[in-house]
């Protein structure tokens, strides 16, 4: 199961990688750098909130399936 999860944020990288290059190579200029990076940086800030909020979720299901009070 970790190996499936591994292998598709390793995809999900990929993606973003392929993408972000091809949005450089089509505006090659300062400001279309900043744009990609900041689009990336969106992106992962994105991310990171959605597994933060993921986490809370299974940790309360958890809590609440063993009876624990937090």
Do not use: K
Not at 48 to 53: G, H, I, L, P, T
Request: positive net charge.
């Amino acid at each position: 199961m970790r190996s499936l999860i591994w292998l598709s944020l390793g995809a999900a990288v990929g993606v973003v990688a392929y993408r972000t290059a091809q949005q450089l190579r089509d505006n090659p200029s300062p400001r279309g750098l900043n744009r990609a990076v900041n689009s990336l940086a969106d992106g992962a800030a994105h991310f990171a909130e959605d597994v933060r909020r993921a986490m809370a979720a299974r940790e309360a299901e958890l809590r609440a399936a063993l009876g624990i009070e937090a």
